[in-house]
């Protein structure tokens, strides 16, 4: 997959954290090579979180995110810092770069770092032109910072080392499809192309699928939902797996050959962005709901909703059939996810597959830690069509 089309939620997420006018976004423009964030002498000039995507040398694919100053003042200010916070979500390694002033604040984002197992870069920024202040950081922080300067570039070779040092183990992505299928393996994929899928384009999942299997050098044949007989028909034997879209997992189950294993997209995705058994477990909390209970569904598209919407309508609809029509159903998109999750009794994620890894598993740890169970889309519609296991993931 070339560089122009590596998702971005698999790429590397490293972010750049500091007070005003630390030199976060000068910093950035010199690693990327480009003027990716706007810079000025006006302290708070970064307002949103800014990224580019770039590569690496040795490390590959990744994106840099350039977040407001942790130190806004104001109203607005304090938005700006939730949004610096939000982005902590997505970090798989974090570059601190330090000030002169007092280390307080620089103390407390360490442990904001450290609580959620993110590997922390300590810099001190504009290395030409400052002072040498690396041992009071280090006595203060218990971390010599990389002197660096988005001026001169000094220190840049250093700090693509350390990033590769700190490079999480977890990092690398485990595989879509698993030990499910392998060279040769005939793969069939039911595609039904509705109004989700943009005309004349497959959804992400489908995309990403596809080039694994061909990675994999398997053999794959595809068709939509009312092809699927015919399509069985002209293949000179069953296929090893099936892979489907969620909301027509029945009508496949029904129709596919006894030795053919059968999972979606959405259940695959479960297992690639966050932890496929904490999903399976969470189902379970269905056949505990009632109509007082309070379930929320977060999606990370921010799309405009269509008619038939999965998440806004299908599941809801199926949810409300089987439990009740007083269910209450929330729903969120995009960054936004509640801090406090006490008030529910279940949360329903999509496939995420404009989410990396990180950002999933921090949910999860955040819904785990409150007690309230986790799902996804794919794994729910299996299991209110009494197939749950009945699937492989």
């Known amino acids: 997959m070339s560089l122009q089309n590596t998702p971005t939620a698999n790429r590397l997420h490293i972010a750049l954290f500091g007070r005003r006018n630390s030199g976060k976004s000068s910093l950035i423009n010199a690693l990327t090579g480009q003027d990716a964030a706007l810079v000025s002498d006006t302290p708070g000039t970064t307002t949103d979180t800014v990224s580019k995507t770039m590569e690496l040398p040795g490390i590959g694919p990744c994106v840099f995110m350039d977040t407001p100053g942790f130190d806004d003042e104001g109203v607005l200010g304090e938005m700006r810092i939730e949004r610096t916070i939000k982005a902590v979500e997505q970090t798989d390694i974090a570059l601190l770069l330090c000030e002169e002033a007092n280390l307080q604040e620089e103390a407390s984002w360490m442990k904001r770092f450290k609580d959620k197992n993110i590997p922390v870069i300590l810099l001190l920024n504009k290395a030409d032109i400052r002072k040498d202040i690396s041992s009071l950081i280090e006595q203060e922080l218990g971390q010599r910072p990389l002197l660096v300067s988005a ?222 169970p986790m799902t996804n889309y794919g794994i729910t519609l299996a299991y209110l069509m009494g197939i749950l296991d009945k699937i492989v993931y």
């Open 151 to 372: 001026k001169s570039k000094q220190g840049l070779e250093d700090l693509r080392l350390a990033i590769l040092e700190k490079l999480p183990q977890d990092f690398e992505q485990p595989s879509i499809t698993g030990d499910l299928v392998a060279e040769n393996d005939l793969v069939l994929l039911v595609m039904p192309q509705d109004i989700q899928a943009p005309k004349g384009r497959l959804i992400l999942p489908q995309v990403q699928t596809i080039r694994e299997l061909l990675d994999k050098k398997c053999l794959i044949m595809s068709c939509t939902t009312d092809k699927l007989p015919q399509t069985l028909k002209a293949l000179a034997y069953p296929p090893k797996l099936i892979i489907t879209d969620s909301q027509v997992f029945k009508t496949v189950y029904e129709q596919k050959p006894a030795e053919s294993l059968l999972t979606s997209f959405s259940v695959l995705m479960a297992g690639y962005k966050g932890d496929i058994h904490r999903f399976i477990e969470g189902a379970s909390a269905i056949g505990q709901l009632t109509e007082n209970s309070r379930i929320l569904i977060a999606e990370a598209c921010t799309h405009a909703p269509q008619t038939e919407d999965i998440g806004r309508v299908k599941i809801p609809r199926l949810l409300r059939k089987k439990i009740g029509e007083g269910l209450q159903i929330d729903m969120v998109s995009g960054s936004d996810f509640p801090k406090d999750l006490s008030g529910y009794d279940l949360i329903i994620h999509c496939g995420a597959c404009m989410f990396n890894r990180k950002h999933v598993l921090n949910r999860l740890e955040s819904a785990s830690s409150q007690q309230v």
